[in-house]
Nanobody, 120 residues
Framework: VQLVESGGGLVQAGGSLRLSCAAS????????MGWYRQAPGKRRELVAS????????NYAGSVKGRFTISRDNAKNTMYLQMNSLKPEDTAVYYC??????????????WGQGTQVTVSS
């Protein structure tokens, strides 16, 4: 499974961005997916996650009500709509996918990350 993020950039506080994560390879094996972020000097943290069918989502408290995660399995793409951005949302955002191989072992896959910078 290969994951490629896009959509990051520089935005003013209060603005919006939409991140995309395109999956390729053994996409049929992908289960849950999620977005993580890592700010300088901080640990990587979960921002939002979504189940395989998209029926259930989970958000970090700091982004609840402002961010929306979704996925289009027909396009093998996951999205993160980010509204009302704050300077503290500045970080590298990573796409994550959990996939089960033929050996029934679940593995984590990561994208290369996309930078989001929110200016005050």
């Amino acid at each position: 499974v290969q994951l490629v993020e896009s959509g990051g950039g520089l935005v003013q506080a209060g603005g919006s961005l939409r991140l995309s994560c395109a999956a390729s390879g053994s996409t049929f094996s992908i289960n849950a997916m999620g977005w993580y972020r890592q700010a300088p000097g901080k640990r990587r943290e979960l921002v939002a996650s979504i189940t395989s069918g998209g029926g259930s989502t989970n958000y970090a408290g700091s982004v609840k009500g402002r961010f929306t995660i979704s996925r289009d399995n027909a396009k093998n793409t996951m999205y993160l709509q980010m509204n009302s951005l704050k300077p503290e949302d500045t970080a590298v955002y990573y796409c994550n996918a959990k996939a089960t191989g033929w050996d029934r072992v679940q593995r984590n896959y990561w994208g290369q990350g996309t930078q989001v910078t929110v200016s005050s």
